[in-house]
């Protein structure tokens, strides 16, 4: 088999980089046959995924990188039945290689690629916002969890906590800032082309393919990435201190129990909200919208898992 390898050096504030040079010898005593492309620029793993799938061909691609490399992987691929995925986790959040179990040791990681356990069929997600669409692997929302995004790609915490390496917490302490500045919204929400439900004081609403965001968030339990369901979340109508205590509940997926957060199942999820908010696709900023409809694309994608 051989290999495309999708690195991006500044995942995890340039951690990425490193983890190549550990990984790129390994390739080279093992004589694997790979080749290797560089992001230089956001956006860049998309073109560069365009430009190498527009043959028609089957590809083995293996991303190293974070989250959003994985976004803009998925986003490039032409035909994603044709495309194998491998994954060497080396982002700050890494919700991809949770929701599917992978390694986040890179040398394990780089173990499950070449000699995978089973190669598992995935969804992908699609979301349609103002007539555009972008795909996504782990999740799509609006809301508070994506205005965390918004600031996290702007914020030197991110950098910082890399550093330390407590990246994770970036969006821990991102999401207290916001949430004693953001005003919750009236929201709508329609499953499956069914009546709409209103929602008042809505913090946030995602529709996930995996059970994790937002680095460890065990938003949605019950997510399998290969069973053509979305699991969708909401959480309204609490005071902004009971979403605070609530939100460390949901690294063990406990917070599903209380009133206020509700999780549903569906095909497809169409979102309103009375203002325009901020909206991400796997932790990547979007735009801000007032509607978003996600689904999931009728073709699954393979990867390479334990
Ligand atoms: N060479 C580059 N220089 C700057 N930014 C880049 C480069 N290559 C890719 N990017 C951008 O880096 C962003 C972040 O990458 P990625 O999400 O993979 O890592 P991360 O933010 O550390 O991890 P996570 O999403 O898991 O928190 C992506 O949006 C991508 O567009």
Redesign the pocket.
Known sequence: MRYTFIV??????GMGGMIWEVIEPELIKKQIEYECYR???????TKLVRQITSDGCEHTLVVL?????VN?VINGIENVEKVILGYIPT????DFARGLGLPKDPDKALEVVLHPGQIKKMDVGLLTRAGKERRFAVSTGIGFDAAICHQAAVSGLKVLL?RLKL?KLTYVGIALNRLFHDKPVEAEIILDEGEPKKYKKVYFAAAMNHPYEGGGFYFCPKARSDDGMLDVIVISNLPKLVVLLLLPTAYKGWHVHFPGISVMRCHKVCIRTKRALAVHTD??PVFLRKEIKAELLKEKIRVLTV
């Open positions: 991006n050096p500044n995942s995890r504030s992001t230089t620029y956001p956006g860049h793993a990188g974070g989250d959003g490399t803009e982002g700050s959040s890494n890399n990246g932790g990547e």
